[in-house]
């Protein structure tokens, strides 16, 4: 995105400096505050850090769950409420008087962009216990922001994570026994997997602030609640039952490759051996878990301390690997193994590769004439090195697969071998068999977990500087590089490796050593010793990872069972949550076989991330308004096709466990989703979609959306011809390609009469809408109104089109713009009633000016632009609307530039790093430039302008007065032209500052001018013989503003009396409809010269006065705004927030 964002420097006579509340004095009267008004001084008090040159600033939140525990990251949205401050800084000075009468709901983007500051985004739990342990008395703990980078807060995590179990324990025996082709295609598809699913996670953490919390937050926060709450528990089970895994392979190592003599249950025969080391497995594993459980309870810090120690045994044992790999170019290692016939051999009891040595074994007794087994008998017995090395070309022997079935005999290809034994004695012999029947799919899910652990990185964005750009970076970084070791490991393992000691699972023929360890460089026991610690740490990591996602889940409150499990210790470690994760993890230490259990978390994972890939491909399909990822290489299709290479691998995996991994995945969406709703089935499907709408729109109805749900639900208000024909059919066009965005549209007009006699017409006009709607293609439901008049035909329209939770939230309507020449007045009248009604619903307005010179949907506009003219901040809704055109192909093209007005005072360099980090976090690209407005006086053309109206609007009222009225009225306007002429006072300006803030306040506008500029005159010349020795040292806020509003008119009186005496009648001009001219006549003049060739110009709207006398110089004062600009869309917010930066 190419845009463009411009800031407008207005001068604003006495504007605070920020930070600086209006000025106040430290003796000033504090004045009670509510709550929210204390959170936004907060915001307020935050400072920003500039960031180094070159780099994008960075906007920091407070991320932390809040009290409630519900998780969500604290949106107490500073921008659309303001406080007091804002009301003492947001305005001051006559440029942007046609805004003041809002300044107390809309502040200046300036007030907005002065909230915008650092937070700290420390996480919960051992964040509490560290500050715990150092108790400073009274002095404050000084909060440090998070700076983890890319490379320690993402790369490392992720690698350490991916890396481990698998990679030591069964990497050679499925190259050994997959082949290396296969092996590549189950590390290719396993890899591809995780590299789309990552693309999909980057597009989730580039979509918005990413909150602390763990990819759970981040993930549930960016695609709602069912499939948070789904993928969050998928992804509790998986790193739960990961957890099993590790444990498992820590018990494995332990009793395999470093103590074998500590098994407490040893087989007297050969046949029960497997049992006896299960049962191994079950006791020490069960110890191990309650092990680890203390630890994480006791003092999760050090687990988190001990991270990268574990991550550096992982790091040496690759490099030893490697190294090994070197060395075998040059002097292979002494590993050798022997072979009977083609048979592999156990090399546990026996020293020598000899017959005579294995005589007793195979034969009944050691005599020379003992009956030997046959195949002992008719075949040699030989001695191969089991690590030939890189160049010895054993690499095409491993090319192919070795697939068999449980108990089948390893064997090697190129020995010969002659004659067969009985099966049923081979048990007895040391013979190395399969353990397991092995086959392709089996090989997947077994391989899987070894890529998992994706997530990692994003479960420390609470600690990271700028987590949008780490997560993405460090994620797919790590992925990339696991992969090229997984890929290279399965090449180097087949190339120096024989066929039958990678098939040899554990070590059994090399005297009881771990095939990846024969091949380490300088020693076995670097990598027996390295995957030892890795698999503990990693075990350590899950124990301590699930237990915190389970309470996330249970805070929200979307499993209303799991909600116990959201309690804890004092400093918030969840307690019951661990004692869920030991339960479940020890189901996994019962079936005791890591072959059996790593299957199991795959489907899992797979169903997490399919969850993933599946939400952000219906995200990016449905076109959500608040879905705008940053991360450039993100495409629908990949998403799709990520979640079709998870389902595939589901099935490859296990196609039963893949049946109950999606039930129970399904159940959780269904139950999250569906949970308290009532069923209630009809007949056929038309009965059940009937039921289905009913219950969406009741649960539509139970809350408003959040605001990265909310999108413009327009009711479009049209016009009719005589003859019931569509006045404006381009405001449908517009309809439609606002509408990128989808949502509810209504379509409605208003008939002037009553149903019983205008039922026809009413019929008519409502086929005359939906063939324009349908030639425009506007999707949406027509709704035509007959009322007494066009005035309440509207209003009901506004308060009760739509149904439930399916109502509008944005009215869209055309500009009189034939108002001046309308002989009913009532015309331009129900316009600006219409607007009233409109803000008091709360509802967003768009209105279109020369609707009929806007595009049609066939229209395709080149190079352009969309400008955005942001003077106050309503809710965000300037932001959004260019954003939801560009997603049509008719302003695919246009590129968009964002002015905006700052006070003269606000530190314009500040400003622009302001506005660049706050748009970096809602995904828009754009330039930020200050353009000053430096003519502050108000200009005779100023004046001449508001003359012309105001005797306009005096002669209009004049034609409506009877005739005893109308000399009265004239009578009244003659006296006060002749007082003003005589008057000769100096401070004559200041009393009609003074009269013009009073004629705000009246109805009878007219009639009581002479009177009040009297009085108040009286006033001034009291005020004046006070002198400025009476000074009150205790202020409150309406003396502050009384104060300085004297001295500005004191100060203007020079400036303005020369044009009083130039032209007389001037003075008696109402100041007030003044400076809105001036503010009018100004901003028109910047806006024409940056934007007089832009497609389409979005300005907010000002508010109509709250005078009902003053409406039609509103309609002025909107004429004159607009003067000069082709295709321009008024806006004014709806009192609420529509866009915000997080994901």
């Known amino acids: 995105m190419g845009e463009r964002f411009v800031v407008v420097l207005v001068d604003g006579a006495g504007a605070g400096v920020p930070g600086d509340p209006a000025g106040a004095d430290p003796g000033a009267v504090a004045e009670p505050r509510t709550r929210g008004e204390e959170e936004a001084e907060v915001l307020e008090d935050s400072v920003f850090e500039p960031q180094e040159p070159g780099s994008v600033p960075i906007l920091e939140y407070n991320r932390e769950p809040n009290k409630y525990g519900d998780g969500v990251p604290k949106e107490n949205s500073p921008f659309i409420n303001s406080t007091e401050h804002d009301k003492a800084n947001s305005y001051d000075g006559t440029n942007m008087a046609l805004f003041e009468e809002e300044m107390d709901s809309n502040p200046m983007v300036s007030s907005l962009l002065n909230k915008l500051a650092n937070y700290t985004n420390l996480s919960q739990g051992a964040q509490e216990h560290e500050e715990a342990d150092e108790d400073e008395g009274p002095k404050k703990k000084a909060v440090k922001s998070p700076q983890m980078g890319t490379f320690m807060g993402v790369y490392l995590p992720c690698l350490q994570n991916i890396l481990g179990v698998i990679l030591f324990l069964r990497l050679t025996w499925i190259v050994g026994t997959a082949g290396i082709l296969e092996s590549l295609a189950i590390v290719g598809l396993c890899c591809s997997c995780t590299l789309l699913t990552a693309i999909s996670m980057s597009a989730i953490a580039t979509n918005g602030v990413v909150p602390a919390g763990g990819s759970y937050y981040m993930i549930s926060r960016s695609l709602g609640p069912e499939f948070g709450g789904a993928v969050g528990l998928c992804f509790f089970l998986g790193t739960t039952f ?3 895994m590790y444990i498992l392979g820590t018990i494995e190592i332990l009793l395999t490759y470093i103590v074998p003599k500590a098994a407490i249950f040893v087989a007297e025969r050969k046949e029960d051996e497997p049992g006896a080391l299960l049962n191994n497995m079950r006791v020490y594993g069960t110890c191990c878990l309650a092990l680890m459980c203390i630890v994480v309870f006791v003092g999760v810090k050090y687990v988190n301390k001990l991270a990268l120690v574990f991550l550096a045994c992982v790091i040496l044992s690759i490099i030893a690997i490697y190294a090994g790999v070197i060395k075998t ?54 001695e191969i090195q089991g690590i030939p090395g890189l160049t010895s070309g054993v690499i095409s022997e491993n090319m192919w697969s070795e697939y068999g079935p449980l108990g089948m005999l390893v064997q090697s290809k190129r020995l010969p071998s002659w004659g067969e034994s009985d099966p049923t004695e081979n048990i007895n012999f040391p013979y190395v068999f399969n353990d397991i029947a092995s086959f392709f799919t089996l090989l997947v899910g077994i391989y899987f977990p070894s890529v998992t652990g994706i997530m990692a990185g994003s479960n420390r964005s609470g600690d ?5 750009k780490s997560i993405p970076t460090g994620t797919i970084m790590a992925i990339v590089t696991t992969s090229f070791i997984y890929v290279t490991s399965v090449i180097l393992f087949g190339a120096c490796i024989e066929g039958p000691l990678l098939r040899d699972k554990f070590g059994d023929s090399v005297k009881g050593n771990l095939v990846i360890g024969t091949l380490s460089w300088p020693s076995p026991w670097v990598i027996v010793i390295g995957s030892f610690f890795s698999c503990c740490g990693a075990g350590l990591q899950s124990l301590t990872g699930a237990p915190r996602l389970l309470q996330a889940i249970a805070r929200d409150g979307i499993v209303p069972f799991l909600q116990v499990f959201g309690h804890g210790k004092a400093n918030g470690e969840p307690t019951w949550a661990l004692l869920l994760t030991g339960a479940i993890c020890e189901i996994g230490i019962l079936i005791a076989s890591l072959d059996a259990v790593a299957p199991i978390l795959s489907m899992f994972f797979l169903m997490c991330y399919l969850f993933v890939n599946l939400a952000c491909a219906v995200q990016t399909l449905l076109r959500t308004p608040n879905w705008r990822p940053r991360f450039k290489y993100y495409h629908w299709a990949l998403s799709f096709l990520g979640m079709s290479l998870c389902l595939a691998l589901m099935f490859i995996c296990s196609w039963y466990y893949a049946i109950v991994a999606m039930a129970i995945a399904s159940c959780i969406y269904k139950y999250i989703e569906y949970r308290g709703a009532e069923k209630e089935w009809g007949d056929g499907i038309r009965g059940l979609s009937l039921n289905a709408a009913r219950y969406a729109l009741i649960r539509l109805e139970d809350a408003p959306p959040h605001t990265k749900n909310w999108r413009p639900q327009l009711l479009v208000l049209l016009n009719l011809d005589s003859d019931q024909g569509v006045k404006h059919p381009r405001l449908l066009s517009l309809t439609t390609q606002l509408k990128a965005g989808k949502g509810l549209t209504i379509v409605g007009n208003v008939i002037e009469g009553t149903y019983l006699t205008k039922d026809a017409e009413a019929k008519k006009a409502e086929q005359n809408i939906k063939a324009a709607m349908s030639a425009e293609r506007t999707k949406g439901f027509c709704h035509v109104v007959v009322s007494s008049n066009v005035r309440d035909g509207f209003s009901h329209l506004i308060q009760s089109a739509g149904l439930g939770g399916m109502k509008h939230n944005t009215v869209l309507m055309a500009w009189p713009g034939t108002w001046k020449q309308a002989n009913d007045p009532q015309y331009w009248k129900n316009f600006i009633e219409t607007i009233r009604e409109t803000t008091a619903a709360h509802h967003a307005l768009l209105v279109a000016k020369n609707v009929d010179s806007f595009p049609t949907n066939r229209d395709r506009l080149g190079e352009g632009t969309i400008d955005v003219w942001w003077v106050v901040h309503d809710g965000g809704m300037l932001m959004l609307l260019p954003f939801l055109l560009r997603q049509h192909k008719v302003w695919r093209k246009c590129k968009m530039r964002i002015f905006t007005v700052a006070q003269l005072d606000d530190n314009s360099i500040q400003m622009k790093k302001d506005l660049q980090m706050f748009l970096y976090h809602l995904r828009l690209d754009a ?43 004239i009578q009244s306007i003659t006296d006060e032209s002749r007082s003003s002429i005589r008057r000769k006072n100096p401070d004559a300006p200041e009393s009609l500052s003074r009269q013009s803030s009073q004629t705000e306040t009246q109805e009878d506008e007219a009639q009581l001018i002479h009177d009040r500029n009297t009085a108040s005159h009286a006033t001034v010349n009291d005020k004046a013989e006070t002198g400025p020795d009476r000074v009150h040292m205790t202020w409150t806020k309406d003396k502050l503003f009384m104060e300085r509003n004297r001295n500005r008119e004191c100060n203007a009186n020079v400036a303005v009396r020369d044009l009083f005496n130039m032209k007389p009648e001037w003075e008696s001009l109402n100041q007030s409809n003044v400076r809105r001219m001036h503010t009018a006549v100004k901003l028109n003049e910047v806006v024409v010269n940056k934007s007089q060739g832009a497609h389409l110009v979005l300005l907010n709207m000002p508010g109509p006065p709250r005078n009902r006398g003053g409406d039609e110089s509103y309609m002025e004062f909107l004429e004159v705004l607009l003067e000069g600009l082709n295709r321009v869309l008024l806006v004014r917010g709806g009192g609420r927030e529509v866009i915000t930066i997080y994901s």
């Open 464 to 468: 990271l500087r700028d987590a949008q």
């Open 329 to 382: 170019i040059f002097e292979p290692p002494d590993f050798p193994i022997c072979m009977l016939g083609n048979r592999i051999l156990q090399n546990h009891n026996f020293n020598n590769c000899a017959k005579a040595e294995l005589w007793p074994v195979f034969c009944d007794g050691p005599s020379l004439n003992a009956t030997c087994d046959e195949y002992f008998s008719n075949n040699n017995v030989t």
């Open 927 to 969: 330039e930020v430039e200050v353009v000053e407005m430096h003519d502050n006086d108000i200009s005779a053309f100023t004046y001449e302008k508001t003359l012309v109206m105001e005797q306009r609007c005096q002669m209009i009222k004049q034609m409506q007065l009877s005739r005893t009225e109308r000399e009265r009225e």
């Open 242 to 244: 990961a957890g099993s």
